[in-house]
């Protein structure tokens, strides 16, 4: 039975990193101590809903949370820390710390420390995320003990909304573009001008075709953009749009 930490403080731990070509040693008061902090665990670097959701969901939301009072938010997984490097290259992340938890020494102080032979994991850390106020665990939302990979609690939005239920989200903008495409180019200079992240998706890349563009859009030109799921269309109309935003 996993249980909760709420009120107790974090286990005392030294975690072995990797910057740059060197091994550096963090401590536990390190991380957490003077400081308010997400933690939020999973199963493994480069696992599905740890890369399709999870981290990348925490990264979206990293500013606002920061604007939220967060100091530090950390992405702790039991994996070394070339696999942690490696996946956080992978995922473009930067505003999360990623954390080898390598021995599995925090999650088993933790008391999230499980069992996945059957999929030749061996011990790796449950799904959870927490809140932690100078080393002290304020709030934790740990994921149901059912079968599978369960994820309803441990996520970005539910972390967010425990901070604060008012907090103003960011825009999802995707941008559909092409190499050597100067409306393309444009697009993407009048959202950096305002500020606007966006994720780019590029035809020619990963299979993504012509034949993509318009199953997805109903339009055969790039770029086309969409915001919070919405068609926007193409640079122009993007100008528009963010000409009615001011």
Request: hydrophobic residues 35%; proline residues 5%.
């Amino acid at each position: 039975m996993l249980q909760n930490r709420e009120g107790q403080r974090v286990p005392d731990v030294t975690f072995r990193t990797r910057q740059g070509n060197e091994w550096v040693n963090l401590t536990t008061d390190e991380l957490f101590k003077g400081k308010t902090v997400v933690l939020f665990a999973l199963p493994g670097a480069f696992t599905p809903t740890c890369s399709s959701t999870h981290l990348p969901r925490y990264n979206e939301l990293a500013p606002v949370l920061s604007g939220c009072g967060v100091d530090s938010i950390i992405c702790l997984s039991v994996n070394d820390a070339f696999v942690m490097n490696a996946w956080a290259a992978d995922q473009n992340v930067e505003n999360i710390m990623m954390l080898p938890d390598g021995n599995g020494e925090f999650s088993e102080g933790m008391g999230m420390l499980v069992d996945k032979q059957e999929l030749g994991f061996g011990k790796r850390s449950w799904r959870y995320s927490m809140l932690v106020k100078d080393g002290v665990i304020e709030k934790m939302f740990i994921e149901s003990e059912t079968g599978g990979d369960p994820f309803r609690f441990s996520d970005a939005d539910t972390m967010l909304n425990y901070i604060n239920p008012n907090a103003v989200q960011p825009k999802r903008i995707t941008v559909m573009s092409k190499p050597g495409c100067p409306h393309c180019v444009r697009a993407k200079q009048a959202l950096g001008q305002k500020g606007l992240r966006y994720e780019e998706i590029v035809l020619g890349s990963k299979g993504i075709s012509y034949s993509s563009l318009t199953a997805i859009t109903g339009r055969g030109t790039t770029p086309q953009i969409y915001v919070d799921g919405q068609l926007v269309g193409g640079a122009d109309e993007l100008e528009q749009w963010l000409a009615a935003q001011a």
